[in-house]
């Protein structure tokens, strides 16, 4: 069964960091691409980011570009997003995704 679990979010000011976490099992981590999304309140799902399966390939969307980043660790079976100057527009629930799987999610509120 594949399980996804998002950790790290949390409230920060803006400009401030976070560093989000995604711990995976239930399939063979490191031959697969994976996706971050974000769903801000009262709005659709929005695509964040792209790793390929061995982390040497990466793609952001605009609204993110030049502040995030996203990484991964396929020995621990862990993906990562590095959150960077962040604003209010980014607050969100902050999924990763295997192939249309999503987990929990964790919450990022950037508010003063």
């Known amino acids: 069964e594949v399980r996804l679990v998002e950790s790290g979010g949390g409230l920060v000011q803006p400009g401030g960091s976070l560093r989000l976490s995604c711990a995976a099992s239930?399939?063979?981590?490191?031959?697969?691409?994976m996706d971050w999304v974000r769903q801000a309140p009262g709005k659709g799902l929005e695509w964040v980011s792209y790793i390929n399966d061995r982390g040497t390939s990466t793609s952001y969307a605009n609204s993110v570009k030049g502040r995030f980043t996203i990484s991964r660790d396929n020995a621990k079976n862990t993906l990562y997003l590095q959150l960077n100057s962040l604003k209010t527009e980014d607050t969100a629930i902050y999924y990763c995704?295997?192939?249309?799987?999503r987990g929990q999610g964790t919450q990022v509120t950037v508010s003063s």
């Open positions: 995704r295997y192939r249309g799987t």
């Open positions: 239930g399939f063979t981590f490191s031959m697969y691409s």
